[in-house]
């Protein structure tokens, strides 16, 4: 017997062809690079049996004054809270407008609904999904539906939120500062009310109430309006300061905290705007983000935006489902220091059906790896034990918690570039030696044979490897092989060792 070890570096690599890539993984769904080995993530359980009114698009766990775990849902039609293992309805009373699930794009030539405006004339009004803004103002929380004023609730499950009194009528996208205030992102202005998509207004100080700027002369609510073109889409915080993205550029609040200068905005980068209000996560003092383009980018406090390189963005580019940016949730995964993106896949619909991830930190920092999973909101553990995601139908599930799909099968694949064993021979590869750790459930091995990178294939298998099996018997014969290893049980899991063949050479073709 000869043995053949392969060591194929982790990270999907599938903007390559599928040889000059090699060694390498080209696609994969629900298997993550840890540690510098190939494993199955983690499963997810359901949080409660109720399901959610609407499709969510925000799921914004904390916890109140006697540290109890509370999570806010924003759907299309409601505000719902899980709080002591029930849901509870809080959706303002009054106020409160119910919104649209699907996008039809933002105002221009061909958007909006069918019959709106003159023949030949561009919408006026975007028609967006209705998409959610929220924050801890203390134990209180402060909720904000795209374009309507901003809520608060003030735990009491028997209650419906309320809206801020005398915060802006319309707001884009809100936040609450370290500093207790309450800040409204694109919104209506102090005099006459008009909407700015570019004005940015705050409260006081310590009263999120406090909203006029000529009230008193030692007020600290504020407005600015950012300038040049685009529109505010969304911010996050990021230590004491901001981070605030147009359509097409970054600016950075930094809290002066004078009277005479509250805070001070400064673009920090340019043709790097939001795709979407979800579409951007701050990890640490780091924050990640896709650009309307369809490009990843990364921006560090004191430094300057970079693109993040991406080798499977092709299929992510090609596939994102237009006009459903605002759909795209960008999320981390602390445990494993990764931040991921759930998006609408064209090839699934006009919902978001996929992910694409990266590792931030650690031995594969800079690797990607992506995944079919349906899920409108998720949020990274913290105050909750762990992450929290949502499905079009209302499901809420704990996720990277045990190793099934709620107890249904848990799925996914990993699949090789064209390997050689020896590049100038033919092999007749007789067996697989597993080299597997921690496996729970049967796996499958599948061989494609080529004998050239564009020639016929020839399928081995799928051979079934049991926990503990020592070694798979089979015959492939062929100069390039892909290795595919499929996992659907209940309940799953492996971590890939060395991946070994026993194969002899059989001469040129």
Known sequence: MTAFPINIPTGLNSDDTALASSPAWVDGSNVRFHDGKAQAKGGWESVTQTLLSGVCRLAFPWTDNAATLNVAFGTHTHLQIFQGGAVFDITPSSGFTPGAIDGAGSSGFGTGAFGIGGFGSPSSTDYFPLTWSAGAYGQTLMASPRNQTIFQWSNATGTPAVAVTNAPAQVTYMLVTPQRQVMALGCSQEVGGVFNPNCIR?????????????ASSSSTSREYVLPGGGRIVAGRVMGSNVLIWTSDALWLGTYVGQVTQVWRFDKVGDKCGLAGPGAAIVAGSTAFWVSPDRQFHTYSLNGFVQPVTCPIRQDFADNLAASQNDKIVASSVAEYNEIRFDYPDSRDGYENSRYVSLRIAGPD???????????????????SLYPCGTTYAGNVYWHEKGNSADGANLAGFIESANL??????????????????????????????????????TVVGPITLQPGQDQADFKAKARLFRVRIDFNSSPSFFRLGLITFDAKQCGRR
């Open 420 to 457: 050689y064993l020896d590049e100038d021979s033919v092999m007749l590869v007789r067996s697989s030696w597993p080299d597997i750790a921690d496996q729970i459930g049967p796996l499958s091995l599948t061989l494609t044979g080529r004998f050239y990178p564009q020639g016929d294939p």
């Open 365 to 383: 920092v800079g690797k990607w790896h992506r995944g079919i999973m349906a899920r409108t909101s998720m949020v990274d553990a913290g105050p």
């Open 202 to 214: 705050h409260s006081d100080v310590g009263s999120p109430t406090g909203w006029s700027t000529i």
